[in-house]
């Protein structure tokens, strides 16, 4: 059986020592799981700890503070994370007495104090909007008490923190440019951990990619749960647009806008962005991507059911069709656009039918990739408190099992297209499997592997013809 997501279990792990303040004695130990935009929080953690001394490990052993950035996406990964803090726990037990371990993130958000509570291993529990409070925080700590900031806010961005880039092959980095989400999918917990939706200023955004250019980097992905939905109009919440000033919201900043603006001001810099919620993807967006060559012809594109019964109960705000509307029109403005998708199976209520008709829309769409994913029921969400998890497990997991099997037929076509084509490549890393081939990934998001000439480095565009594709991966040589 195929495994659960057909391209990658989205990135977990640990922080490596990538970067090292001067004169910092202490020592953390950072984790992360869940979304890119955890990654670049943890990034944004490092950034602030580095003030007060520390320096990543890659050890725990020899850690003063382990912290895990946590997801709530779904019961697995909760389940996952609590055995990281017995393990944690076991090595402060035996091996490191001195080591406080703290919780971030959502699931720091979702359970609160609740943690401090139940899990006696814990010191620490850090929301995402109050990563600024960790000094104060740690100091109360050091004073023998337990810390706790759960606090979401209207305003943080983090925008005048530099990240640490933790992790990095130094070609790429991510850049969040909106926070929380408003959108209140019933299924989702992202709401209730990351609070609402407000936007960053685009100042900070073109400056952070200018001095990631300056340092050697060549790509960025611009993230936000709902990435189009940006909006920068002054600061503030994207719920309080209507109640700003008239000069505010004629001069307000709009997703499409951001990104010409980016593009424009790095003109050799690529450009990606996720995720893409269809309800706020609108044809300016569009227009941007075709008028940019650096910004990448690929759009995750979630789309969760292919049935409108179901994604009215989601709270989706479109149908089936005009999904497909949005599919046409990316397909007539950005004609060698990627295209890929997150799909969920057995959500309340669906029957054979709704699920033949999420079948059928992914032969319409013909995805590039896919993350689909089994019902998770979590506590709190509109959901979980009015709609019966009414789909046997078995049922969730043979519906999966067909989509994924459909996802990776049409990877595979999708893939072959460019077969004989020249590709533009950014060299991100050496290929796993042999270390005389580079690894890169074209615009459309294809990795593709070619066997090194010595003329080339990590970081370079380079055009390779492409010869074969493999079920994930596209081969050729340089030309
Ligand atoms: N806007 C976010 C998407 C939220 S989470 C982003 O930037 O990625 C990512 C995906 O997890 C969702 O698109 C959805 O397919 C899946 N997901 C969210 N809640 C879920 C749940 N309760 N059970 C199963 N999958 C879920
Ligand atoms: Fe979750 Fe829907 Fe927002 S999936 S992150 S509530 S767009």
Same mark, same amino acid.
């Given at each position: ?129 109050? /990563? ?25 961005? /983090? ?163 005009? /999904? ?39 032969? /319409? ?115």
């Amino acid at each position: 059986m195929a495994s659960e997501h057909v391209i990658e279990e989205k990135k977990q792990g640990q922080a490596l020592v990538t970067q090292t303040k001067e004169g910092n004695t202490k020592k953390l130990f950072i984790e992360s799981y869940g979304c890119q935009m955890n990654m670049n929080d943890s990034e944004i953690v490092a950034a602030v700890l580095a003030t007060e001394g520390y320096n990543t490990t890659n050890s725990l052993e020899e850690a003063d503070l382990v912290l895990v950035n946590t997801c709530s996406i779904r019961e697995k990964a909760e389940l996952t994370i609590r055995k990281r803090l017995q393990k944690y726990n076991r090595v402060r037990i035996d091996q490191n007495p001195k080591m406080k371990i703290g919780v971030l993130g959502c699931m720091a958000e979702r359970l609160k104090v609740k943690f401090l509570e139940e899990e006696k291993m814990v010191d620490l529990v850090v929301g995402p909007d109050a /990563y600024r409070d960790l000094p104060n925080l740690l100091r109360e700590v050091s004073d023998g008490k337990d810390a706790i900031n759960v606090l979401l806010s209207k305003e943080e961005t /983090y925008g005048d923190v530099s990240p640490v880039r933790l992790n990095s092959n130094g070609v790429s980095a991510f850049v969040t440019i909106t926070r929380g989400c408003d959108n209140m999918c019933t299924f989702c917990v992202v709401p209730f951990t990351r609070g609402r939706e407000r936007s960053r200023d685009p100042k900070s955004i073109i400056d952070e990619a200018t001095d990631l250019w300056n340092k050697g980097y060549k790509e960025i992905t611009l993230l936000g749960q709902n990435a189009d939905s940006y909006l920068w109009y002054g600061g503030g919440l994207k719920k309080d647009f209507s109640k700003a000033s008239e000069i505010a919201q004629a001069t307000a900043v709009d997703f499409a806008k951001l990104l010409d603006m980016v593009a424009t001001a790095l003109p050799k810099m690529r450009i990606r962005f996720a995720t893409s919620n269809p309800h706020d993807m609108h044809e300016n967006v569009l227009h941007a991507i075709a008028k940019h060559t650096n910004i990448c012809k690929y759009i995750h594109l979630p789309v969760q059911s292919g049935s409108t019964r179901i994604l009215e109960k989601m709270n989706r705000q479109h149908t089936r069709e005009e /999904y497909i509307t949005l599919i046409d029109k990316i397909r007539k403005i950005i004609p060698d656009c990627s295209i890929s998708h997150d799909l969920i199976t057995g959500f309340c209520t669906e029957t054979e039918a709704d699920h033949k008709e999420t079948l059928s829309l992914m032969d /319409y769409v013909k995805y590039d990739f896919g993350f689909m994913f089994a019902y998770s029921e979590r506590p709190g969400t509109l959901a979980a408190k009015k709609m019966p998890d009414d789909v046997p497990l078995e049922v969730k997991k043979r519906r999966l099992t067909e989509i994924i099997d459909k996802q990776m037929k049409h990877s595979k076509i999708r893939l072959e297209r460019f077969i004989g084509q020249t590709v533009e490549v950014l060299i991100d890393g050496i290929s796993k499997k042999n270390k005389n081939e580079w690894k890169g990934r074209n615009s459309q998001n294809a990795v593709v592997v070619f066997p090194k000439t010595g003329n080339e480095k990590l970081g370079d565009f380079v055009q390779v013809k492409v010869t074969k594709a493999t079920a994930a991966t596209l081969i050729g040589k340089l030309v």
